[in-house]
């Protein structure tokens, strides 16, 4: 099962004060036999052909700063603005670490965009420039999972091995458990499944049932002596893992308004956001219900600390295209931004409600209850993201902290020294020891 890993160097952190912040691997071979496993990307809307500003020339400082950028095109769906800038960025910083941080999100957005042999040169890049471990074992599932797909379990099964090795979550035995099936190893297949089944077993996820009836299905025809995992069942598991993802940025009112949109964006992910409000602008007197060009407005306004004008434009957003989720995600992390936290709970909801498997939106919304003052309803929240991400650090960060809260001792103390163990940023990892001090004598 491939997974979505947290982009930690791009997501905007919330600060909840007095209690926590939100706002070198083994080397590998970098040559294979084997090609990536071959997958056309999807078509995406013709757009119209625009004499974009040049990019400015960076110094390294500069260029680095434009990351965190990138998250304004992941959250409006458009993958291929997200991946300009990451070409930008690679063209201009001087920093391994960061490159290889860089070719891993821009492997997660050619997943999204279903390009699977552009996500697994990315993650082999990445990797080869030494990934950071939490994000390496993610790699390598993906990869692993990746090449099963395209029926080359034996090049899959190294990546299998090794991620497991790092982090034996759900979706890593279930990853390793189909390259074992497809090479005839029924029993350790059958033992992954079942241990990945273990773990689904307490998911309320419609997505994670259907998945656990699925394999559940395949480990009684294996002990039973039969293949379940035909050619057209993987046929079939590749199409649900190619999303194509890609946000129309195309006005209905033609190529004037569209060719404003892009011009904004160009500006807006080399940081001048001044002009890329005024470029969006323009696209929307051309075309007063160009939603993408009111979503992309409000984030520039964000950057400009606009926050009035950015809640406008998210909550035309809403109205003039009521399935963007992140729109209310926005509005979340503004009203958290201005302290009205009862709004944005409310607004997260609605975030979810949309898309219930955004993990992130769960996260934010624990955040916005700590700040209600409401422990139990963010621990439901942090108990949700944990079902399918057992090792973040941060998360399990959160819940320790819920659960001091609830006076839940034992588990605090387990959550907190799993988060340490895990890795925490420093600041994080301050208040977890100081936390974990006070527990151990018997202080909440």
Known sequence: MTQLCPNRIIRLLIVLVA?????ACAPIQTEMESGPPAAPPPAEAPLPQVQLPPVPEFSPAECNALLPIA???????DYAGAIELFDI??????????????????????????????????????????????????ARNNICWFYALDGQAEVALPFCEQAVAASPTSSYLDSRGLAYALLGRSEDAVAD???????????????????????????????????????????????????????????????????????GRRYHMTGGFDRAVEAYSQAIELDPNYAPAYFYRGLANIWLEE???????????????????????????????QEDYAEAVAAYGSAIELRPDQLSFRADRAAAYFALGEPADA???????????PDSAEILFMRGVAHRALENRGQAISDLERALELGLPAALQQQAEAALRQLREGFF
Request: hydrophobic residues 50%.
């Open 19 to 23: 209690v926590l912040a939100l706002a």
């Open 71 to 77: 998250s304004d095109f992941t959250r409006a769906d």
């Open 89 to 138: 960025v690679l063209g201009c910083t001087d920093s391994d670490d960061l490159k290889a941080g860089i070719y891993f999100m821009r492997a997660e957005s050619n997943m999204q965009r279903g390009d699977w042999t552009a996500a697994v040169d990315d993650y082999r890049q990445a990797l080869a420039l030494g990934l950071e471990a939490a994000d390496a074992a993610g």
């Open 193 to 263: 499944f079942e241990a990945a089944l273990v773990d689904w077993a307490a998911s309320e996820s419609p997505e994670i049932q259907a998945i656990a009836a699925q394999r559940q299905g395949w480990v009684d025809a294996l002990r039973a002596g039969e293949a379940p995992i035909t050619p057209l069942v993987l046929a079939e598991l590749r199409a649900e893992d190619a999303p194509g993802v890609q946000v129309n940025l195309a006005s209905a009112a033609g190529e004037a308004a569209t060719e404003q949109l892009l011009t």
């Open 307 to 337: 926050w009035r004008d950015a809640l406008a434009d998210m909550q035309q957003v809403a109205l003039l295209d009521p399935a963007q989720p992140f729109a209310h995600h926005v509005s979340g992390l503004i009203y958290m931004r």
């Open 379 to 389: 621990l439901d929240d942090l108990d949700a993201v944990l079902l399918v991400q």
